[in-house]
């Protein structure tokens, strides 16, 4: 999905320890003079940190791992299904996935159940429906950056019509978190198909690097030539 399926699991964590064969735990574990011994369930929510790691890092059969072996006891948790639902999305169980996610509609973590399940149809190349579930996740959750950039750019997928939603979208989303560069790409694309060329260049001037700033213009042109002949091709077809 490029840009948009960017999870926002950011919890910088062992990767290669637990690659090496070590306990991650030993790397979470206080310090000397604060040890305390941990009950079952903080050892439980400690491996969830772990996965969240695993996640972040992509490595999502390594996070299958870690939640059927040491996060047992979080199985019923909305948490845990959430992690869940992640990991199986990465590997491309997209069944399993979806009945993950689904389950969290009804706990606090059903905006996150919906952005899932857009995730996974967007993934599945059915974006209607992922806009649909994205919709879902934003109206629960309006001031999520991450939802709205999920949304927005699905709708940039799917073109035509929903152009100018995406646009706005887009635009309370780099309002909501300024520094991410996935939103800031995928609101380029929407000036750029939007023939806003001023604003597109007035957006890509944030960007202080030269050659990163040309990176950025090549991707977003790249994308919208792509998209338009995705789209000629379809007219074509009809």
């Known amino acids: 999905m490029k840009q948009s399926v960017i999870m926002s699991l950011c919890v910088p964590l062992l990767g290669a320890c637990a690659e090496n064969g070590f306990d991650p735990l030993s790397a979470l574990a206080p310090s000397a003079g604060e040890v305390q011994e941990l009950d079952s369930a903080s050892t439980s929510q400690l491996y969830l940190s772990v996965v969240n790691g695993l996640l972040a890092q992509g490595r999502y059969r390594a996070a ?26 990465g590997t491309e169980q997209y069944d399993e996935a979806i009945a993950a996610f689904s389950s969290l509609e009804s706990t606090g973590l059903a ?40 949304l927005g750019y699905a709708r ?17 989303a780099q309002e909501l978190d300024p520094a991410s560069e996935s939103i800031r790409t995928n609101l380029l694309i ?10 597109a260049e007035r957006l890509l001037s944030g960007i202080p690097a030269s050659k990163k700033r040309a990176e950025v213009r090549r991707f977003a042109a790249d994308w919208v030539k792509q ?7 379809a007219k074509e077809d009809m």
């Open 156 to 172: 940039l997928v799917v073109g035509g019509d929903s152009l100018g939603k995406a646009e706005f979208n887009l635009l309370q």
């Open 227 to 233: 998209h338009q002949v995705v789209a000629d091709a």
């Open 64 to 89: 299958l791992a870690y939640l059927d072996q040491y996060a047992v006891k979080e199985k019923r948790t909305p948490h845990f299904r959430q992690l869940h639902g992640e990991a199986l999305l």
């Open 190 to 199: 929407a000036l750029t198909l939007a023939g806003k060329d001023e604003e």
């Open 111 to 150: 905006p996150e159940g919906f952005n899932g399940l857009g995730r996974v149809k967007a993934a599945q190349g059915d974006w209607p429906v992922a806009i649909s579930n994205f919709e879902r996740a934003v109206a629960l959750r309006p001031s999520s950056a991450e939802f709205l950039n999920n």
